[in-house]
């Protein structure tokens, strides 16, 4: 068996993803909610107002859950349903909402694990500057407190921060999302550095108030370089282009991962970005640097790279034709298994896989039911490169596939359907598709009938045998 006894298969959602509910039972607005109301701004209009209506449906989902046999759900609170204009009154109906949730997933022996911040913060926040206001981190850690005391003694697993790279690069540097932002390079790095504040101070008030003993980490996206070939060169060259800081971007690995896991931030990105760096303190560092318990990653494609003449990574084409899923991101298997190396060897942490998986064009058949083949083979694919990583000794903890349901896509709305449950967003009829029945044998045999990854490489010719 290439999985550990103890791996945990699950499957992930976030609140404004899937809840609905945008203004019932007190709830504050969001910078989602904001957001979905700018002309253009979102896919043909949608908003997630109703989304998957999970705020009404979430004992059906909860029953769907648990005949999948899931053993974990990843989820995220909404921060202005608990606290409606971020911070003071607590909004009771809404915290009650997850108490409800939660209770059930016990009920059903399903393990919530929570992510306190998927994007939505509370608009009235915005309001007063967000990321970019040097109380934000306070606000959050604030926030983090009222949920603690409330959730700990059923909550043992917290995620403070999901993707701070997308929620920084494309809400507050493109403008693609909320809050829509466009900000110089100085502000979009003081931002950034805000929400590792947040994220620390989250951990050190998870720590202080958890009533059962918690398992705290961050989910970033787990940007990494695959090696073209497995020589000692290439494999370096990949190494290094996945570590690289001194990109024209955030949207990078060490710039997130360093103060977290090694306590300053990586010295080619401050050099690189030396002209606007705001000045970070050491008991700013020490607060971002308060241990963890997981290196956490969030991963879905990645380049690939060789060493060139000079020794230096060199980006390789996918050639013409190569897979792709609906939302054109490439198919690339190994990721999950260079990622899980070289993230260990750099931070020497267990690792948690909290979210992989592929937005498809699904849709119900004749015979009723959702015939999504590319999935399955996606994510066999990827979980093989899983199970090389748990046969070679990396320490990975987990899978949370993305997503349980069909759900907003963020500014693509609702085309794209990422779900292991296809969701008819006129009527909310959940429909589970072939791949559901799939990953409920996967997670029944724990990885027994996945194939070998040697031959799950789309560039690797083979003949389909395990």
């Known amino acids: 068996m290439r999985f550990p006894e103890n791996f945990i298969w699950g499957a ?66 909404s921060w202005p349903r608990v606290l409606p204009v971020g911070e003071g009154r607590v909004n009771g109906p809404g915290l009650a909402f997850y108490e409800r949730l939660i209770n059930a997933l016990l009920a059903a022996g399903i393990t919530p694990y929570v992510t306190l911040y998927h994007w939505d913060m509370p608009q009235a926040l915005q309001d007063r ?27 043992s697993h917290w995620i403070t921060l999901n993707e701070p790279q997308c929620f920084i ?48 980490g961050f989910a970033p996206v787990g940007v990494v370089a695959t090696p073209e070939t497995e020589s000692a060169q290439d494999i370096e060259a990949a190494r290094s282009r996945t570590f690289a800081a001194s990109t024209p971007t955030l949207f990078q690995s060490a710039w997130w991962m360093d103060p977290v896991f090694l306590g300053h931030y990586p010295e080619d990105g401050r050099k690189h970005h030396a002209a606007v760096l705001p000045e970070f303190t050491a008991p700013e560092m020490d607060i971002i640097s308060t241990p963890v318990d997981f290196c956490a990653f969030n991963l879905y494609e990645a380049g690939r790279v060789r060493a060139a003449g000079n020794g230096q990574p060199e980006m390789v084409a996918f050639p013409p034709g190569y897979p792709g899923t609906a939302l054109d991101w490439n198919v690339t298997p190994s990721a999950l298994y260079w990622a899980s190396r070289f993230f260990h060897e750099r931070y020497r942490q267990p690792l948690l896989i909290t979210e992989n998986g592929m937005s498809g064009r699904d849709w119900v058949a004749l015979d009723g039911q959702v015939h999504d083949p590319a999935r399955i083979d996606f994510l066999s694919r990827y979980l093989a490169y899983v199970g090389r990583a748990c046969a070679e000794g990396l320490p990975v903890l987990g899978y949370f596939q993305w997503s349980i349901l069909d759900n907003f896509e963020w500014s693509f709305g609702y085309k ?6 296809h969701v008819d967003y006129q009527t ?30 789309p560039q690797e010719p083979h003949d389909g045998a395990r």
Request: net charge neutral.
């Open 129 to 155: 500057g967000g990321w970019l206001n040097g109380q934000s981190p306070m606000w959050f850690e604030n926030y983090t407190r009222v949920v603690v005391r409330q959730l700990s003694d059923r909550v």
């Open 12 to 77: 992930a959602s976030a609140a404004f993803q899937l809840e609905g509910g945008h203004d019932e039972d007190g709830k504050g607005p969001s910078v989602w909610d904001a957001f979905c109301d700018r002309p253009d701004a979102v896919w043909q209009g949608h908003t997630g107002k109703v989304a998957c209506d999970h705020y009404h449906r979430w004992r059906e989902d909860v029953r769907l859950m648990a005949e999948l046999g899931l053993p974990a759900y990843r989820f995220s609170i």
């Open 169 to 216: 690069h494309f809400g507050h540097v493109t403008g693609l999302n909320a809050p829509g932002l466009r900000l110089s390079e100085r502000d979009a790095l003081r931002a950034s550095h805000h929400a590792l504040l947040a994220h620390g101070r989250a951990v050190r008030a998870i720590r202080e108030l958890a009533t059962t003993n918690p398992a705290v």
């Open 428 to 457: 909310g009829r959940r429909t589970a598709k072939d791949s559901y029945h799939w990953y409920r044998q996967v997670i029944q045999d724990h990885g027994d009938s996945l194939p070998d990854w040697r031959v799950c490489d």
């Open 416 to 421: 794209e359907r990422f779900g292991l449950i």
